[in-house]
């Protein structure tokens, strides 16, 4: 039998380890967020959404009746025009109909001009509009001095959308034929108290982002109490969701994979887990925002990372105007990051343990071997 140099075999082995060390994972906080710094004059965006089919972000804007595609890359392209819808109206709310390959958009236009709400779909491959549903308060005996806002929009695998109003504190349901109505006024909806000051801009926002779950309910926020509300998706009915801490100013809400909820509002991102189906809900992490930048939208991208859009809707406005560059930045959860590095260490542990382990049966195997050969 041919005599085996146990040293070479350990430095063989060692070796081997280093490098799966070197080439196999890597602690998270190795690689930078994402960050996408994109050009378009007075765009002011409000809403985002990702197309998963064509691999890019949808976002809105704030003057213009556009809805622009912006790569990874931060190449920007025209989605749609619409010259037919009112000058000077703002695209809201985004959402992406995969099953039926549509693009939804919230259409309104603000005080002074005259009041519009209305949900836009567009085919995502002509481009072309397949119907505009005029968003209004039809319910019987219900009288409303409030203008509607029309905010936000989810919708679900049968193309039912769902939009809320931030002002009236109800929800539309718009089905794929473009038929509107009142889904939801339920009372829980304005039982709670502000949690913001009552003269503070926008203090009057209630109801706004909106996601829809799978299992068969709707996620509701609501930014001038902060609560969030689980909403049936056949009946409307509402109950709020008991949470750890109250998400003032809440804005856009999605939700990832793994059922995580992702909450954004102009001053931070919360991560928001539940183990009851959303009787109650734990914030388990958060994450400042740039205040200045003012996010207004999150959703969840490629390989489910969170991205927030710096849409500085504030100084459009304020009126300014000039602001070319824009950003969709992804943002991460600070203590899913330390769990995954706990994790990768404790993979290298076991490793070198199995390598050392490895190496004393391998040096007895060639004591063994030469102490026949001699």
Same mark, same amino acid.
């Given at each position: 039998?041919?005599?085996?140099?146990? /040293?070479?075999?350990?430095? @063989?082995?060692?070796?081997?380890?280093?490098?799966?060390?070197?080439? #196999?994972?890597?602690?998270?906080?190795? $690689?930078?967020?994402?960050?996408?710094?994109? !050009?378009?004059?007075? $765009? +002011?965006?409000?809403?985002?959404?990702?197309?998963?089919?064509? =691999?890019?972000?949808?976002?809105?804007? =704030?003057?213009?009746?556009?809805?622009?595609?912006?790569?990874?890359?931060?190449?920007?392209?025209?989605?749609?025009?619409?010259?037919?819808?009112?000058?000077?109206?703002?695209?809201?709310?985004?959402?992406?109909?995969?099953?039926?390959?549509?693009?939804?958009?919230?259409?309104?236009?603000?005080?002074?001009?005259?009041?519009?709400?209305?949900?836009?779909?567009?085919?995502?491959?002509?481009?072309?509009?397949?119907?505009?549903?005029?968003?209004?308060?039809?319910?019987?005996?219900?009288?409303?001095?409030?203008?509607?806002?029309?905010?936000?929009?989810?919708?679900?695998?049968?193309?039912?959308?769902?939009?809320?109003?931030?002002?009236?504190?109800?929800?539309?349901?718009?089905?794929?034929?473009?038929?509107?109505?009142?889904?939801?006024?339920?009372?829980?909806?304005? /039982?709670?108290?502000?949690?913001?000051?009552?003269?503070?801009?926008?203090?009057?926002? #209630?109801?706004?982002?909106?996601?829809?779950?799978?299992?068969?309910? @709707?996620?509701?926020? =609501?930014?001038?109490?902060?609560?969030?509300?689980?909403?049936?998706?056949?009946? #409307?009915?509402? !109950?709020?969701?008991?949470?750890?801490?109250?998400?003032?100013?809440?804005?856009?809400?999605?939700? $990832?994979?793994?059922?995580?909820?992702?909450?954004?509002?102009?001053?931070?991102?919360?991560?928001?887990?539940?183990?009851?189906?959303?009787?109650? #809900?734990?914030?388990?992490?958060?994450?400042?925002?740039?205040?200045?930048?003012?996010?207004?939208?999150?959703?969840?991208?490629?390989?489910?990372?969170?991205?927030?859009?710096?849409? $500085?809707?504030?100084?459009?406005?304020?009126?300014?105007?000039?602001?070319?560059?824009?950003?969709? /930045?992804?943002?991460?959860?600070?203590?899913?990051?330390?769990?995954?590095?706990?994790?990768?260490?404790?993979?290298?542990?076991?490793?070198?343990? +199995?390598?050392?382990?490895?190496?004393?049966?391998?040096?007895?195997?060639?004591?063994?071997?030469?102490?026949?050969?001699?």
């Amino acid at each position: 039998m041919a005599f085996i140099n146990s /040293e070479s075999t350990k430095s @063989l082995a060692l070796s081997l380890f280093l490098f799966l060390i070197l080439v #196999g994972p890597t602690p998270s906080f190795a $690689r930078t967020p994402h960050v996408i710094n994109f !050009r378009s004059l007075n $765009r +002011y965006p409000e809403g985002l959404t990702w197309d998963p089919s064509a =691999q890019h972000f949808v976002v809105g804007s =704030q003057h213009h009746r556009t809805i622009h595609s912006v790569s990874d890359a931060a190449v920007v392209e025209t989605l749609i025009s619409d010259p037919t819808l009112p000058e000077n109206a703002t695209i809201l709310g985004l959402a992406i109909d995969s099953i039926h390959n549509r693009l939804l958009a919230l259409v309104h236009s603000a005080a002074p001009l005259p009041p519009f709400n209305a949900l836009a779909a567009y085919d995502l491959r002509s481009r072309r509009r397949v119907f505009l549903s005029l968003l209004d308060d039809e319910t019987p005996g219900v009288i409303t001095i409030k203008r509607h806002v029309a905010n936000d929009v989810a919708v679900d695998f049968n193309g039912n959308a769902y939009v809320t109003n931030s002002a009236g504190n109800f929800i539309w349901k718009v089905d794929k034929d473009g038929e509107a109505s009142v889904f939801s006024r339920s009372p829980v909806f304005s /039982e709670s108290p502000l949690a913001v000051d009552p003269d503070a801009p926008f203090s009057e926002c #209630g109801l706004n982002g909106i996601a829809y779950v799978s299992k068969g309910y @709707l996620l509701v926020v =609501q930014s001038n109490t902060g609560k969030m509300f689980k909403v049936n998706a056949d009946d #409307g009915l509402a !109950r709020r969701v008991l949470l750890t801490e109250d998400l003032v100013w809440a804005d856009g809400i999605a939700v $990832r994979s793994d059922g995580v909820v992702l909450v954004v509002s102009h001053h931070t991102l919360w991560f928001i887990k539940s183990h009851d189906s959303w009787a109650e #809900g734990v914030v388990y992490d958060k994450t400042a925002l740039n205040q200045e930048k003012f996010a207004t939208s999150v959703t969840v991208g490629g390989e489910d990372r969170a991205y927030v859009l710096y849409g $500085r809707v504030m100084e459009g406005l304020l009126g300014n105007s000039g602001r070319e560059e824009f950003s969709i /930045e992804e943002v991460r959860s600070k203590k899913e990051n330390e769990e995954e590095n706990v994790w990768v260490f404790v993979l290298l542990g076991l490793g070198l343990a +199995y390598f050392l382990f490895w190496r004393f049966q391998m040096s007895k195997l060639v004591r063994d071997i030469n102490k026949k050969t001699n």
